[in-house]
């Protein structure tokens, strides 16, 4: 999940995406590296990245800014089927876009990506553009016209605009998309956008029985840890409704029992969790790392905060490995903290380590047989030592139009593989051999729709189980790991669920397989759902 922060992805991406992202001219980053030349045991693969420019989706007319801004269901788009546009499904439909905006670089034109959406009611009326409310639109027989607007500052005022020029079948729509502020066309692009039911002739489920669904009301739930017979959800603020924790009693799991929901004053962002013998560890957006008490399981006491005293610490994900715990901290000064945690309730502070000369902030990490796995945002993925005193960088693996989001960690055939996943448009599991840090090799990789992202990832002997947000619980068998094979799935994404909007970050989001019989899983509409393990 993105942090509440200004830390860039691509500064286009984020503001069309309209998540908490700092926005700025839209430049494409540059492309990594070449790697290093590859000498184990499975074949190199080519790197693409998150996003290929796939060309216009259509040919979008250059538009005048009267027409484009101030009245943009007048628009007109030659040579598109506009008659095509009556067969679209509205009723209730959630799509998601993938834009393609077309500026003025050095280079000439050039392109870059973008995502968005759009969502219908019952009645087939929008009720929100891009995450907002709409704010204009004209939708007939031959017409199809989404607009939103908003404040960006006090100063600026940004307009939004889907113009649909074709139909490819009831649940398949490309078409114009434009960005006014203050009134002056400030970019333009192409579309295209897909409908998020279920991916064509798939079911519901195979292979994973749902054994229980259990609603959580506090904030928009992202992660679950499982342990003592309870499951702790924790959630982030969202509209209206304030984050925090919630835990359940899982003993039994056709029918679990909520028995505490709590925040701390004016603290609600909790977004990641996980436990040691006694002691539970919250991420914190504002308060760092909280300590709770889990003496009596159904009721976390809460302990002391870390770093106390000092300042805001922003600490987005936890990860506890032996008697070490990493909690990852975009802000203020995007860094890994380290502490030493063979006291539960008492963390102690041992080292930092911040990427040196890099522009994204560690996201989550992996600890495994000595060196830490770290997804650095923008920086792409990186491996870092944990054998002396300082955490010392071993090697890093970057890719075009990376935002590295998750990793799991195993060994295969004598070699060191990562499994890891992006969080942003068309971002998917990469497989990569980093037996050798300084060459990181990609190897094998597992992708679904590109309008969709991955979330979390977790790695049980050889079964790799997969948060795919709307493409739900994905468990594939990774014997091979250069062929990932999909054993089982669950769509947990619904369009008719309550508080789903027509975001990229909705659907199955966290996961844990504790190892007695089930799959916990957070749905970030559903709640707490809980499997049989395939």
């Not at 333009?188 to 039911?197: D, I, L, Y």
């Not at 770290?374 to 970057?398: C, K, M, Q, W």
């Amino acid at each position: 999940m993105p942090v509440r922060a200004a830390h860039p992805l691509l500064a286009l991406v984020c503001a069309m995406s309209l998540s908490a992202c700092s926005s700025s001219e839209p430049t494409p980053p540059a492309p990594p590296p070449e790697p290093p030349a590859y000498d184990g045991p499975w074949e190199a693969l080519s790197e693409r990245g998150e996003w290929e420019d796939p060309g216009a989706f259509e040919a979008c007319p250059a538009l005048n800014s009267q027409v484009a801004c101030g009245a943009p269901e007048a628009i007109a788009l030659p040579g598109c089927d506009m008659g095509s546009l009556a067969g679209l499904e509205r009723e209730g439909a959630i799509y998601r876009a993938e834009i393609r905006y077309e500026f003025q670089g050095q280079a000439g034109v050039q392109a870059s990506p973008g995502s968005g959406g759009f969502q219908f009611d019952a009645a087939r009326q929008p009720v929100s553009v891009m995450g907002r409310a709409p704010q204009g639109f004209a939708l007939d027989s031959e017409r199809f016209v989404l607009a939103t607007e908003y404040t960006r500052t006090t100063q600026e005022r940004d307009r939004l605009t889907f113009a649909g020029c074709r139909a490819q079948g009831p649940r398949h729509l490309t078409g114009c998309f434009l960005w006014c502020r203050n009134g002056t066309l400030r970019y333009r692009g192409s579309f295209r956008a897909e409908r998020m039911t279920w991916r064509e002739d798939e079911p519901e489920s195979s292979g994973l029985q749902l054994l229980s669904e259990s609603f959580v009301d506090r904030g928009l739930p992202v992660d679950v840890y499982v342990t003592h017979g309870h499951a702790y959800v924790v959630s982030i603020n969202a509209s209206e409704r304030q984050g925090g924790l919630t835990v359940f009693d899982v003993r039994n799991p056709h029918a679990p029992v909520q028995t505490a929901s709590f925040q701390l004053p004016n603290d609600g962002y909790w977004n990641g969790v996980w436990a040691r013998d006694d002691a539970l560890y919250v991420a914190s957006g504002d308060a760092g790392l909280l300590v709770f008490d889990l003496e009596d399981p159904a009721r976390p006491a809460f302990v002391r905060n870390h770093p106390g005293g000092s300042g805001p610490v922003d600490v987005h994900t936890v990860f506890v490995e032996g008697t070490r715990l990493y909690a990852m901290s975009p802000g203020p000064n995007q860094e890994t903290l380290i502490f030493d945690v063979s006291q539960p309730l008492a963390p102690q502070l041992l080292t930092r380590y911040a990427h040196a000369g890099g522009n994204g902030y560690p996201h989550d990490a992996f600890a495994y047989d000595g060196r830490l796995y770290i997804n650095h945002t923008t920086d792409g993925f990186l491996v870092v030592s944990l054998g002396g005193e300082t955490p010392e960088l071993l090697g890093r693996y970057a890719y075009p139009y990376a935002y590295s989001h998750a990793n799991a960690v195993g060994t295969f055939n004598g070699r060191t593989v990562a499994f890891e996943g992006g969080e942003t448009l068309g971002a998917h599991v990469r497989v990569l051999d980093v037996t050798q840090p300084a060459a990181i090799t990609k190897i094998g990789e597992y992708r679904l729709r590109g309008l969709t992202s991955v979330h979390n990832m977790l790695l049980v002997g050889t079964r790799l189980y997969v948060a795919y947000y709307h493409e739900g619980v994905r468990v594939l068998d990774v014997s091979n790991p250069a062929q990932p094979r999909e054993v089982a799935h669950f769509n947990t994404f619904r369009e008719s669920d309550p508080r789903r909007s027509d975001g990229m970050y909705e659907g199955a989001i966290g996961m844990r397989v504790p190892g007695d019989g089930h799959v916990y899983v957070v749905d970030t509409s559903r709640g707490l759902l809980i499997f049989d393990a395939p």
